[in-house]
């Protein structure tokens, strides 16, 4: 088992290879063989045989008599002709930028946390946000949409989307209730991507924007519902609060809160995927995996009157609700 | 799935960060909670947690009412106490030198392989090879006294042993049959390892060396057995067959040649740890993880009468056993 994850790595490595060449689309329009599929991703027979295996072995191609073929999920989300496609989420998960925050991860393990550096993700307009809005919006649609179905109701609302992204949060309450208006904010260059997700979804007139920083900028007031979606596991808790009390102050009276997180339970071993999730923002100067408790510790310090945890199935991530 | 295997690398990297913080000998000795092994392994607390939760959901601790205990795995191969302590494994499997050959592994998939290049693990005296004999000695124990068990007998013989490494394979006969001199063959630098595990094994006085390429070396002759530990792999079928018919050439009649090796089934797709074996081979300029009908035909062209596949269970590699 100690060999299998020493050399883990090559998993990640070996897909992100797979969907850089775009040897799934390469199957999925009817490649099959080794010379058929190799010809079609321009690489050596050799070096295809190798990857076309690699990735049988690891659970996304089917081998039988020597020729290969897509798994439902390989053909659902890595065929770059399949509207689902998610092949761009690699462009992000292991950026140089991600992955590097993995380099002297002994040292981070000792303090407790990355040193805060000129270069670090948290600074402001770091380019890697801009990767984030357009690599993972498409891992994002399905519980961006669940969520507004939820709680986009069909009254004339605002909503407030912080740290927005590819926006798609917003542009969910949006597409689900005509009367709702929506305000991104998020470095200038990631909203330029929001706007253009806002565009595409015919809800351009009733998103605007405030660039800026979110512990900087001025929210305005009279929010209906305002979402902070993967963005308090940057943060110490005594930033987050900071930051809910001005979140609060922005809300109306009847107003909600809702925090879509990666959210161990107690325990902090379960469920793995937002469980695990501790060790990547350990490579944050503050940030981490926040409990249920944890974050309800932190809205309810910041003045809420009370919080609910939601599960999001078959979403990995759940959901804090949090009333003024 | 996607989204966990594009995050395994984290896995590999944990592992290793485990091991060199001395983490499974702290818990060993004694520390389960958090604060103590923190104070034990001199890391700050968070980081500890994070890491040890991390290392409980990847199958490495146990975690049971915020308390850690070691696997029985762990506990023998992962405690710098254990005669059974493989954690040097993550020096060699996780080096710069291997890690980095995946660096552009877009680019070998489509050329078929690494262009050769002056800092190549091919070249002579690398020192990564230094690397490996120390590093991976742990892991051969086992398997070369099984294979001395088998074959080393008691009667008179000469073993020649090529890319000794470690030597531990040419030890072990030694070790097994006290009328058994061995010659070991690799670079001079990594032979100094060799010489001392011989002296530690104390069968200096019968353990010689040659340094040097095997392909460039004079073996001498007249050697009953000749050793070819995960050798072949790093070059194409050509080459080793120049080499097997040295090695032929340096057997006595009866000789035999015994090749432990990474030999996937025909379908190379399985055994996983032998079939995935050629991605790593695949950053090379030529090599491969062969299978037994590729190796059988290396080798009777190369003039061996008959070749024989065995398996060494438990160990994940295979042996080839050729008679001249």
Redesign the interface.
């Known amino acids: 088992?100690?060999?299998?994850?020493?050399?883990?790595?090559?998993?990640?490595?070996?897909?992100?290879?797979g969907i850089?060449?775009d040897l799934f689309t390469a199957i999925a329009e009817g490649n099959h063989s080794l010379s058929a599929i190799a010809k079609r991703i321009?690489?050596?027979?050799?070096?295809?045989?190798?990857?076309c295996?690699?990735l049988?072995?690891?659970?996304?191609l089917l081998?039988q008599s020597g020729q290969y073929s897509l798994t439902p999920?390989s053909a659902a989300?890595?065929n770059r002709q399949s509207p689902a496609y998610?092949g761009t989420?690699?462009n992000f998960?292991?950026s140089p930028t991600i992955?590097g925050m993995?380099e002297d991860?002994?040292g981070?393990?000792?303090?407790?946390?990355a040193l805060p550096s000129e270069d670090g993700v948290l600074e402001p307009d770091h380019a890697i946000w801009v990767e984030f809005a357009r690599s993972m919006a498409p891992?994002m649609q399905v519980p961006a949409r669940e969520i507004a179905t939820v709680f986009a109701g069909s009254k004339p609302i605002r909503v407030l989307d912080i740290s927005a992204g590819h926006g798609l949060y917003g542009i969910s309450f949006a597409k689900q209730n005509p009367n709702a208006t929506i305000v991104g904010v998020d470095w200038a260059s990631v909203l330029e991507v929001a706007k253009a997700n806002a565009a595409n979804a015919g809800v351009a007139d009733r998103y605007s924007t405030i660039p800026g920083s979110a512990f900087d900028v001025d929210f305005g007031s009279g929010y209906d519902i305002i979402l902070i979606p993967n963005f308090l596991h940057h943060f110490d808790a005594a930033t987050n609060e900071k930051l809910l009390r001005k979140v609060h102050a922005a809300l109306v009276p009847s107003g909600i809160v809702i925090t879509p997180e990666f959210i161990p339970n107690e325990?902090?071993?379960s469920p793995?995927?937002d469980?695990?999730f501790?060790?990547?923002m350990?490579s944050t100067p503050a940030g981490?995996a926040y409990t249920y408790s944890e974050l309800e510790s932190m809205f309810r310090n910041a003045g809420f009157a009370s919080n609910e945890l939601r599960e999001l199935p078959p979403f990995?991530q759940r959901l804090v609700v949090s009333q003024k």
Do not use: C, N, W
Not at 108 to 113: A, L, Q, S
């Open positions: 088992m100690v060999f299998d994850t020493l050399q883990a790595y090559q998993r990640s490595i070996a897909l992100r290879a850089d060449l321009k690489a050596s027979e050799k070096g295809t045989r190798v990857l295996d690699y049988t072995m690891t659970g996304f081998k999920d989300f890595r998610m989420m690699a998960l292991m992955a993995f991860i002994t981070v393990i000792r303090h407790g946390g891992l325990d902090r071993i793995p995927r469980a695990m501790s060790m990547q350990l981490d990995p």
